[in-house]
């Protein structure tokens, strides 16, 4: 079966800054890669997603990145804020299944 | 229009206690999910549904059961209930076509 693996597990950055999350998957027939913030308390919430048949995929500060080939994908975050502070999953699958990765924790320190 | 709602927030057992965990989804979707979330562990998969009548197994299914009799509801059971099943449970619903995955809030519960 599908196995994620997500880095790092936490990661501390200055407002402003970019963050990169980085994950890697096993199962080459997995075809939707999404990404998820959690707040604390909250539920996930979808933040950007891309498909097999896309290499990268942009919405505002927000981009994620996926190499078929590497079985790799990242979200990038630039111009970080103090509310994008939260717990970042990012998930690999298809229509119906997918596993998470374990999460990252960013804080965004003002 | 409610999206997925889990009944109840919170719930507090006894090991050997059984109990039903509710999911409902008002989006007229095909794809429902059972998650388990522990500290460290991400969000792991107990159970999925692609629609009434058919379920399957997902990472962790082991101390669950699920039933779809219809699209809208999709019920976790906890057959024993044992310490190890304390957890924050999230349910999520996903449309055939879209793939994108709504949460519910979520239920915590406590297994003593």
């Known amino acids: 079966g599908e196995n994620v693996e997500q880095h790092p597990s936490t990661l501390s950055v200055q407002e402003g800054d970019s963050a990169v999350i980085k994950c890697t998957y096993s199962?080459?027939?997995?075809?939707?890669f999404p990404w998820y913030k959690q707040e604390l308390g909250k539920r996930p919430q979808l933040i950007i997603d891309?498909?097999?048949?896309?290499g990268e995929k942009k919405d505002q500060r927000i981009a994620v990145t996926l190499n078929k080939t590497a079985k790799h994908f990242s979200l990038h975050i630039t111009e970080t804020q103090p509310e994008d502070s939260a717990v970042y999953f990012c998930?690999?699958?298809?229509?119906?299944?997918?596993?998470f990765g374990t999460g990252t924790r960013l804080l965004v320190s003002p | 229009n409610a999206g997925v709602t889990q009944t109840p927030k919170f719930q507090v057992l006894k090991t050997g206690q059984s109990m039903t965990l509710q999911c409902a989804q008002d989006m007229n979707h095909e794809y429902m999910s059972w998650y388990r979330q522990d500290p460290g562990m991400g969000l792991r998969l107990i159970h999925y549904s692609v629609g009434a009548g058919i379920t399957d197994q997902g990472e962790v299914p082991n101390g669950y059961n699920v039933s779809r009799s219809t699209t809208e509801d999709f019920p976790l059971r906890l057959l024993s209930a044992a310490p190890s099943q304390t957890s924050v449970y999230f349910c999520?619903?996903?449309?055939?076509?879209?793939?994108?995955?709504?949460f519910g809030a979520g239920t915590r519960l406590s297994v003593l």
């Open positions: 199962d080459s027939a997995s075809n939707y």
């Open positions: 998930a690999a699958g298809g229509f119906q299944k997918l596993v």
């Open positions: 891309i498909r097999s048949n896309v």
């Open positions: 999520a619903s996903s449309s055939a076509s879209g793939n994108i995955q709504y």
